[in-house]
């Protein structure tokens, strides 16, 4: 009697309890299915497509590049006609007969198009190529991704951030890459390299971000970059660096390489200091910085320490060389500049930077340790194109 009754009890008992397991079970998968739905808070048109989430960086790279150009520029450089042309001595005796010369040389790159009428951001070393000097023409032409050529000319140009701003003739409702906000980039985040590397135009390389912040590269007199793996090659200066929602996030402008190709290690402007700079150039024709009166600085070491009497510990940068800009400022040779308004100055570039986004106007306080002693300099900060250079 009792086995008839025990076994079907334990079936409708085990029936209940896998009832039980399956129908927790579905509650639970569909709470996590409803989790990201109700903590997403960021618009939908800002996050990355879904193909990219998912590894698939096509749809980005489709749109990306057709807004990057393939850019070549002609400079008709004048130069005497003699190398003893600046010799003192040929000079006295023959004068300034010696003639001079026009000779060409080419340089090519990459230029991101920024407005649907034609203006055009990439690197000043593109446009100048390796002589900035005895320029006294320049041809710009450029091929759009639809393999137009077209004319352009230059609108401006900073060497200080390597960055130049193009105008394409006669064109219009040209595709455009969106600026992004390059503060917001995190080491690791995906981004996709995009230019004309050996004249391969519309060449997409896929990588992260390596480093932010990068300076002291000997790049330009203003550094502030960001690090990337992604493939950077000779053509690739002044293309786009774009993020995963496809917004142009760095100007992509030189690789550190041994061998002259890619070593995995390249460097973009920021798109935010890249934008500033841009604004400025087409608002003003330069760009518009602070300036504390002109210097030749250069980075403490703990020889130059050692000579100056100070501690290896110390951090700062020596004032090399004063000119009478800042002479009237009260800085003087030997002054080492440890602070910049209670900032700790590490690098020759962080000064540089700091004094050159300062409010034209305002009152700088700068740390100072001269002769063995700690005090503060108080400087005006002025209007000036550039301000001191780095001697390394």
Not at 187 to 215: D, E, K, Y
Request: glycine letters at 10%.
């Amino acid at each position: 009697m009792f086995k008839r009754f025990f076994f079907p009890l334990m079936l409708v008992l085990c029936g209940l309890v896998a009832g039980l397991v399956l129908s927790g079970r579905m509650r639970a998968t569909e709470d996590s299915a409803a989790a990201p739905v109700l903590t997403t808070s960021a618009p939908q048109a800002s996050a990355p497509p879904a193909s990219a989430r998912m590894g698939d960086f096509s749809d980005v790279a489709a749109r990306a590049v057709t807004g990057v150009v393939n850019v070549s520029s002609l400079q008709v450089v004048r130069s005497p006609r003699s190398p003893f042309a600046n010799d003192p001595f040929f000079r006295e005796f023959f004068g300034d007969d010696f003639g001079e010369q026009d000779r060409r040389q080419m340089s090519l790159g990459s230029g991101v198009i920024i407005s649907p009428d034609g203006y055009v951001v990439t690197n000043n070393h593109v446009i100048t190529g390796d002589n900035q000097r005895g320029v006294v023409r320049t041809e710009i032409n450029a091929v759009l991704p639809d393999k137009r050529q077209v004319r352009g000319r230059v609108i401006a140009a900073d060497d200080m951030t390597d960055i130049a701003v193009l105008k394409l003739n006669n064109v219009a409702n040209l595709p455009v890459v969106p600026w992004g906000d390059s503060s917001k980039l995190k080491v690791g985040q995906w981004v996709l390299a995009i230019g004309s590397p050996f004249q391969l135009n519309q060449t997409v390389t896929l990588g992260i971000v390596s480093a932010v912040g990068r300076t002291g590269l000997r790049l330009a007199d203003y550094e502030d970059f960001i690090q990337t793996d992604a493939a950077i090659n000779p053509g690739n200066s002044g293309g786009a660096l774009v993020d995963a929602r496809g917004e142009l996030v760095g100007i992509n402008t030189a690789i550190y390489t041994e061998s002259g190709g890619y070593q995995g290690i390249g460097f973009a402007v920021p798109s935010n200091l890249a934008r500033r700079v841009v604004d400025d150039l087409l608002k003003y024709g330069e760009v518009r910085r602070g300036s504390i009166g002109a210097l030749t600085i250069t980075n403490l070491t703990p020889e130059l320490a050692s000579q100056l009497g100070l501690r290896n510990t110390v951090r700062g940068v020596v004032v090399y060389e004063v000119y009478q800009t800042a002479s009237r400022q009260g800085f003087r040779e030997d002054d080492v500049i440890t602070s910049f308004n209670g900032q700790t100055i590490d690098d020759t570039s962080q000064l540089i930077r700091l004094v050159s986004d300062a409010k034209v106007g305002s009152t700088a306080t700068l740390g100072i340790i001269r002769d063995g002693r700690r005090m503060e300099l108080k400087v005006p900060v002025v209007a000036g194109t550039r301000q001191q250079r780095a001697r390394y």
